[in-house]
């Protein structure tokens, strides 16, 4: 069981992955030109309407510290990031609602952010199996 939890967990922090990519990338639409990639970088780290996405790139970092531990993460701990992630996202009741209110704004402007939600969604359901 160890190995399929590493495994859960390993799909879900890639999911995420793709998910904060095209988060950024809808947010620095909305925001307009930059310029050059370094320009961007210090915009998404430093700037206030990009603020929102820290909250889960944290959550990624903690998914992936967990990872880098030697041992397989337990059936509790992928429920506490199942319950953590659904109360940015959903359906949870929202622990961020700025994130909560910008996030749905995200998925109703973008197609392929959309498709990748739905992604992160089937990998917290494996995770919900897990947990059960």
């Known amino acids: 069981m ?3 939890n590493r495994a859960d967990l390993r799909q879900l922090s890639s999911d995420l992955r793709k998910l904060h990519k095209l ?8 925001f307009g030109a930059v310029g050059t ?11 206030p309407d990009f603020a929102w996405l820290r ?15 030697e041992a397989a993460p337990t059936d509790q701990e992928l429920g506490a990031f199942k319950a953590t992630l659904e109360q ?10 700025e994130f909560r209110e910008k996030y749905l704004a ?9 498709i990748q939600h739905g992604a992160v969604r089937l ?10």
């Open 37 to 47: 990639p370094f320009d961007h970088l210090q915009l998404v780290t430093n700037h």
């Open 88 to 97: 940015l996202i959903g359906p949870a009741p929202a622990s961020r609602p």
């Open 23 to 30: 988060l950024i990338e809808c947010q620095s639409r909305v």
């Open 55 to 69: 909250m889960l790139s944290e959550f990624m970092v903690e998914v992936d510290e967990r990872l880098d531990e």
């Open 2 to 4: 160890s190995d399929t």
């Open 106 to 114: 995200a998925l109703h402007d973008s197609p392929e952010l959309t």
């Open 123 to 132: 990998a917290l359901g494996r995770l919900e199996r897990r947990a059960a």
